[in-house]
């Protein structure tokens, strides 16, 4: 008997709008070769267009050269190397903290953050739109999980309230996935301290975008070092590599390495994922100009849309399109495939089932000729439908 899931697939393969699991080989910066054909990627996590960065690459196969493929072993045994203890200070400088522990991807920093923080009988309050790792998370560390409103600092007060004398843990992210808004970070804080909370931050999608917390002018949110205990990052995203971390303080790190099941149970990040991090955050400093194009790109795209910009914020690189239901989303994607662009559709249950839509990212190496060619094929795609999209 066929699944629901089985059925939804057959459709859309049937209607030529499936578009996940496509083979891209890269071509060059923000383009990708499919069946023969070079398209503009205009989805990719790199940000700061570092993939292929020649000095990154270097990095990369002169620890392979130099220590081989992998570690053969797991962090706590056999499998931590200098590289990975210089990697982890880099990080910790980077946020300010005292220590940091790096895993071999973000998904799993979530869930040793967590293993560490929380455990069972921890009230976890976690924002309406936290990542798919946030919630694992939570669930593999036993607490009990409470949602509150997205960036609704006056909602997570009262869910706070209602668990007073409980162990609390809030978690939120910098710059949100899905929707590319940011975290009111500052109001978050001041809830999760006034409640006596833990706050966590996962910052995957603001690592290179945003300023991290130790810029000269106090970084983007404007924090105090003791108000987040654990940021959380990826190492693939504006990092292009694989990995992820936690930069945090000295006890914290410690219980992570010995509690943290990622850090125990699974595979070191390998010698060359780590040499490629540590170079790609030598380069971010290096080139600021990276950061500065990426906010003009991000612009100038907003302001080619019809739809008009709205309140997006210009640090933010991932921009929604939404659509009124998911068909209308993936076929939004075909429509802009065949003008000579890739664009991911997210659609249920990935997201609400009436808020479906294309996630596009913009990234630095985008030129003015790419981001016209996206936001016109979007445009062209709106005046197709009978009405207006939201």
């Known amino acids: 008997m066929s699944t629901l899931l089985e059925t939804r697939l057959a459709e859309t393969r049937a209607r030529g709008v499936y578009p996940y699991n496509q083979p891209l080989t890269r071509s060059g910066p923000a383009r990708a070769l499919l069946d023969g054909r070079e398209y503009l990627v205009g989805s990719s996590y790199d940000y700061l267009s570092l993939i292929g960065h020649p000095a990154i690459e270097r990095a990369a196969a002169e620890a392979i050269a130099r220590g081989g493929t992998a570690t053969g072993g797991v962090r706590l045994l056999t499998g931590t190397t200098p590289e990975h203890l210089a990697l982890e200070r880099r990080i910790a400088a980077l946020y300010g903290t005292e220590d940091c522990v790096t895993f071999s991807s973000g998904y799993f920093a979530n869930i040793g953050a967590m293993a560490a923080v929380g455990g069972r009988g921890t009230a976890a309050f976690v924002d309406a739109l936290c990542h798919r790792s946030v919630i694992d998370a939570c669930t593999l560390a036993g607490a009990r999980m409470h949602r509150f409103r997205h960036n609704d600092a006056p909602h997570l007060r009262e869910r706070l309230a209602d668990a007073a004398g409980r162990r609390a843990v809030v978690f939120v992210e910098s710059v949100y996935s899905m929707d590319g808004d940011l975290a009111p970070l500052p109001g978050i804080a001041c809830a999760a301290h006034a409640a006596g909370a833990t ?66 149970f699974s595979a070191a990040a390998t010698p060359s994922a780590v040499a490629a991090a540590a170079c790609a955050l030598e380069v971010m400093e290096a080139e600021p100009w990276r950061r500065q194009a990426l906010r003009r790109n991000v612009a100038a795209f907003l302001a080619a849309l019809d739809r008009g910009a709205g309140a997006h914020p ?17 076929a939004a994607a075909a429509f802009i495939r065949d003008r000579g662009a890739l664009v991911t559709p997210i659609v249920s249950p990935a997201v609400g089932p009436r808020r479906p839509r294309l996630r596009i990212c913009i990234n630095a190496a985008h030129t003015p000729d790419d981001l016209a060619l996206l936001a016109e094929a979007v445009n062209a795609f709106d005046r197709t439908l009978p009405v207006p999209p939201e």
Do not use: M, Q
């Open 314 to 330: 210009a640090e933010s690189p991932i921009v929604p399109v939404h659509y009124p239901d998911d068909d209308t989303a993936l």
């Open 199 to 264: 706050l966590l931050v996962d910052d995957a999608h603001g690592l290179g975008v945003l300023a991290p917390p130790t810029d000269p002018a106090g970084g983007h949110f404007r924090l105090d070092g003791a108000d987040v205990r654990c940021w959380v990052g990826s190492l693939s995203k504006a990092v292009p590599s694989n990995g992820g971390f936690v930069a945090t303080d000295a006890a914290t790190a410690d219980r992570i390495r010995h509690v943290a099941a990622p850090y125990i």
